[in-house]
T-cell receptor, first 113, second 114 residues
Framework: NAGVTQTPKFRVLKTGQSMTLLCAQD?????MYWYRQDPGMGLRLIHY???????AKGEVPDGYNVSRLKKQNFLLGLESAAPSQTSVYFC????????????FGPGTRLTVL | AQSVAQPEDQVNVAEGNPLTVKCTYS??????LFWYVQYPNRGLQFLLK??????LVKGSYGFEAEFNKSQTSFHLKKPSALVSDSALYFC????????????FGTGTRLKVLA
């Protein structure tokens, strides 16, 4: 199993450009999450999904949109990138039920100039 | 409000000495507590979790953590530190109140000195 994979690994955008980050998991997990990691701030939840076709806002959703059309994929979109969105983005998934831990992808390092 | 605190930004320990990385939490309901480790340029890896039962939880790579309900703490420990343990450690909590969200601490950088 590949686990949780993220595409791309690195990206540089100009202000105002758009892009989509792809997260894929091959563990048949129900729940998927997008986080951003910034120095001194830990991980902050952007959006999450509790199943195919469902999404919900996390702690810092502004400027981002998500979609979960297939159970194994969770896409994070930036419609008009801003320098404040420069960060490392992590995707995670976990199985259904109440007690499981999350499995994380390797991250995407995004720089917005 | 639900929260997790890791009061130390960095912990330095000599190789072979015991290590402790602190975590305290504030949640309503029963907490589910987790520790993750992050090596440079990598994603987070699961170390251990407390769900219920024995307050002392054993995890990967010789790490363990003790759940203390009265002090609302879940400190990570290891009897003998290795240089290879040097990494960023995150405590996380979620509560059994129906939400699917996890709350992460700000992380503690552990540096094990040879």
């Amino acid at each position: 199993n590949a686990g949780v994979t993220q595409t791309p690994k690195f990206r540089v955008l100009k202000t105002g450009q758009s892009m989509t980050l792809l997260c894929a998991q091959d563990m048949n997990h129900e729940y998927m999450y997008w986080y951003r990691q910034d120095p001194g701030m830990g991980l902050r939840l952007i959006h999450y999904s509790v199943g195919e076709g469902t999404t919900a806002k996390g702690e810092v959703p502004d400027g981002y949109n998500v979609s979960r059309l297939k159970k194994q994929n969770f896409l994070l979109g930036l419609e008009s990138a801003a320098p404040s969105q420069t960060s490392v983005y992590f995707c995670a998934s976990r199985p259904g039920g109440d007690k499981g831990e999350q499995f994380f992808g390797p991250g995407t390092r995004l720089t917005v100039l | 409000a639900q929260s997790v605190a890791q009061p130390e930004d960095q912990v330095n320990v000599a190789e072979g000495n015991p290590l402790t990385v602190k975590c305290t939490y504030s949640v309503s309901g029963n907490p589910y507590l987790f520790w993750y480790v992050q090596y440079p340029n990598r994603g987070l890896q699961f170390l251990l979790k407390y769900i219920t039962g024995d307050n002392l939880v054993k995890g990967s790579y010789g790490f363990e953590a003790e759940f203390n309900k009265s002090q609302t703490s879940f400190h990570l420990k290891k009897p003998s530190a290795l240089v290879s343990d040097s990494a960023l450690y995150f405590c996380a909590v979620r509560y059994s109140g129906g939400t699917y969200k996890y709350i992460f601490g700000t992380g503690t950088r552990l540096k094990v000195l040879a």
